[in-house]
């Protein structure tokens, strides 16, 4: 009875099978997986050598799927110029505006990308002095959820808007910067559907896989946001597999919860905001920061982009 819990959950896990509620159960496997030890330990004491087994297989699998997000990875050797990359879901416009624009003054921060962006956040920012630190910027403020932004230290070339058709309806800013002495990289904001209920999912999946695919062999790409999944979900694991890395599992820092929600409900962290990056961009470091008023928390890039092709290359 004590190994069952953690086999089923490796059935669902390790091969992608989450479906209807159980999609919002898979965003805490970090926590299975650091349970698994207990019923391994039980069975060991009791000597039963069967389900022990069983046990240490489980264990195996899933802190073999989690743990490598505590590790640093290997780098590419990038030899451009260092990119810093904030995103942080504003909450309706609720968060605090001035703890954001600090975060950009105080890390020098590149490209800032936000969602639930509203027309009184996009002021209220500017008055704050945003509009001096990064003053080139895409956006689509709304009021309630669905805005989107995308701001930059340098200038931004074909910048957009696009709507995400889950039910929704969230927007995602993008555009493609190009800092200089590096090459462009086209950066967007994103931000699909959150799987809060059963007749969600399908437009959680729709808009997971309509997220722009990496282009190993063309442009650099990065998608930043509040991706209402965590690596323990097959879709944005699809996602990555196109050529993208995950910033923080790259750095170390993977198992940062970024989602409390910190409102005093009985739910511990989860990692559903990421920085995603084209596998040809170093990450230096990532790290999460408070955001008052918001149930999220900002995450903070440091990277390093590939040199540019030579002229005419």
């Known amino acids: ?28 496997t970090p926590y299975v997986a650091a349970w698994t030890p207990v019923p391994l330990l039980l069975a060991l004491a009791l000597r039963r050598r069967w389900p022990a087994a069983v046990a240490a297989l489980v264990a195996v699998a899933l802190i073999g799927a989690v743990g490598p997000r505590a ?12 990119l810093r990359l904030l995103t942080a879901n504003l909450l309706a416009g609720a968060a605090d505006a001035r703890t954001v624009v600090d975060l950009v003054r105080a890390h ?3 490209v800032l990308t936000v969602q639930e962006f509203t027309p009184d956040a996009a002021a209220e920012l500017d008055r704050l002095g945003l509009a001096g630190l990064l003053p080139h910027r895409q956006l689509n403020p709304q009021v309630g959820t669905t805005g989107s932004g995308l701001y930059a230290r340098f200038p931004i070339a074909g910048g957009g808007i696009r709507q ?34 059963v007749d969600q999912v399908g437009p959680w ?53 970024t989602w409390g929600p910190y409102d005093g409900d009985p739910i511990p962290p989860v990692t559903i905001d990421h920085v995603l990056v084209d596998r040809r961009i170093a990450v230096r470091s990532v790290a999460v ?16 982009l590939p040199a540019p092709p030579p002229a005419g290359g």
């Open 108 to 110: 020098r921060v590149d």
């Open 289 to 304: 920061h408070p955001l008052p008023g918001s149930d999220h928390r900002a995450v903070l890039a440091g990277l390093r």
């Open 1 to 28: 009875m004590a190994v069952a819990p953690g086999l089923a959950w490796a059935a669902v896990r390790l091969p992608g099978l989450e479906r209807g509620p159980l999609v919002q159960a898979v965003a805490f």
């Open 164 to 197: 995400n058709r889950g039910g929704w309806g969230f927007s995602q800013a993008y555009g493609t910067v190009t800092p200089p002495g590096g090459p462009p990289v086209r950066v967007e904001s994103a931000h699909p559907a959150a799987p809060y209920a």
């Open 205 to 257: 999946r729709a808009d997971l896989e309509s997220q722009p695919a990496a282009t190993p062999a063309a442009g650099l790409s990065i998608l930043a946001g509040d991706f209402n999944a965590t690596l323990d979900h097959a879709p944005l694991r699809a996602l990555l597999a196109t050529g993208y890395a995950d910033a923080a599992d790259a750095a170390g820092t993977g198992l940062a919860g």
């Open 71 to 82: 590790l640093p990875a290997g780098q590419p050797a990038a030899r451009g110029p260092e």
